[in-house]
């Protein structure tokens, strides 16, 4: 779930990083000159270009952004009247990653204005001051912790406050850092979470090999942490809701995440070690809408989706098939389900929960507020009971 909005501190510094989204928005404080009594307008133009960097200042994400609009006033005899009028075909957003590539982002491209005039004491000496608001799309990248905005250049923003960040305000989305997999026959355990290169997976049989720096030459089992045994990156950009699970064998395993509004799986047969051919497979579309669930068939035929699609709470059953030598995933779309009663499926909150499937068996355990709900199923997740 999103956080509240909240200001960057003085050095640019965006509030609970590491997330997976992010959204801003920048305010100004323009003067807009009045050359008439009555009716008047005035074209208001804004540039600004900022950057995240992440905590060795490398750039995470660029941005340029230049934005019209057209102030109209009316003075009736020492009665004023004010209007921001957005020209979105005047607004112009250029984004890039550190690959070079856009991120995925949800929401207009040219974002959304928000505005606030009022008269002030500088009324009557042919000017006044526009409050605005430029709010971005939900972008989907990864933001590193410690990461900072600095503003490269601006044309409009906050002029009296210092620093020029001050303008700035964010909001993130954090979402599972970690996913988290354990084999029980030989004790390996998979970890996966978003880096700036994509999805590094990491796998070791001493748990406190995660938390420890490499061995040393000369390393004995009885002497420290265990070594990090495998790892490999699955380069995609954006993703989020990672959850790693393993469609029978116990060598194959399944990244399943969300991307854009889209979820999608990428899987391996080689214990997520990588390979000169690559570790994953190409990333595969498995249905729209928000992940909030997913959990695999026992023999690893089918994986089973809960998304909120349209307002609603929803399954999707993807069922895989062999396509030229090659274990696909076939796309579905989502179902609404409803209550063994035939009432509305209650709302969820907008993040991953645990779901688990036993034949026509699924458990659901989601976390609603400061408590944790369980609901069963019977057939394939389409009615559950609480």
Same mark, same amino acid.
């Not at 230049?66 to 102030?71: K, S």
């Not at 399954?315 to 009432?343: H, L």
């Given at each position: ?29 323009? $003067? ?34 230049? =934005? ?13 009247? #004010? ?26 491209? $040219? ?26 799309? =939900?972008?989907?990248? #990864? ?39 354990? %084999? ?12 700036? $290169? ?6 070791? =049989? ?25 790892? %490999? ?28 509004? +889209? ?24 249905? %729209? ?64 929960? +645990? ?19 369980? #609901?069963? %199923? ?9």
């Amino acid at each position: 779930m999103q956080t509240d909005w909240r200001h960057v501190n003085s050095q640019g510094v965006i509030a609970d990083t590491p997330a997976t989204r992010l959204q801003y928005r920048f305010t100004f404080h323009e $003067e807009v000159p009045v050359l008439t009594p009555l009716l008047d307008g005035a074209l208001v133009r804004g540039y600004w270009h900022v950057q995240i960097l992440d905590s060795g200042d490398a750039v995470v994400f660029d941005q340029e952004v230049q =934005v019209r609009g057209l102030v109209v006033t009316l003075n009736l005899w020492g009665v004023a009247f #004010y209007v921001f009028l957005p020209d979105d075909s005047g607004t112009r957003v250029s984004t890039r990653l550190a690959d070079g590539t856009s991120p995925p982002f949800l929401g207009p491209e $040219e974002g959304i204005w928000t505005d606030d005039t009022w008269e002030n004491d500088t009324w009557g000496q042919g000017t006044f001051y526009l409050w605005a608001t430029w709010t971005s799309p =939900v972008y989907q990248f #990864y933001v590193p912790g410690g990461a900072r905005f600095r503003i490269v250049k601006h044309t409009v923003g906050i002029v009296n406050l210092h620093p020029a960040v001050t303008c700035l305000e964010t909001r993130v989305e954090a979402g599972a850092a970690w996913a988290a997999l354990r %084999s029980p026959e030989h004790g390996m355990v998979w970890l996966a979470r978003p880096v700036s $290169e994509g999805i590094e997976v990491l796998a070791a =049989v001493d748990l406190r090999a995660f938390a420890a720096p490499a061995p040393a030459p000369g390393w004995a089992p009885d002497s420290a942490p265990g070594p990090i045994v495998l790892r %490999s990156i699955l380069p995609v950009a954006g993703a989020s809701r990672l959850a790693l699970v393993r469609l029978g064998c116990r060598t194959h395993l399944a990244l399943v995440y969300q991307q854009g509004a +889209s979820v999608r799986i990428s899987h391996t047969w080689a214990n997520a070690q990588d390979t000169p051919t690559g570790a994953w497979t190409e990333p595969m579309t498995l249905t %729209s809408g928000s992940l909030l669930g997913v959990a695999p068939a026992e023999d690893g035929s089918a994986l089973y989706l809960l998304v909120k699609a349209g307002g609603q709470v929803c399954r999707a059953v993807c069922p895989a098939e062999f396509q030229e030598g090659r274990k696909v995933f076939r796309e579905a779309e989502p179902e609404p389900v409803a209550m063994e009663d035939g009432s509305a499926f209650p709302p969820l909150a907008d993040q991953l929960h +645990s779901l688990f499937v036993t034949g026509s068996r699924a458990v659901l355990v989601a976390s609603a507020g400061q408590t944790v709900q369980a #609901y069963l %199923s019977d057939d394939g997740l389409r009615t559950w009971r609480a």
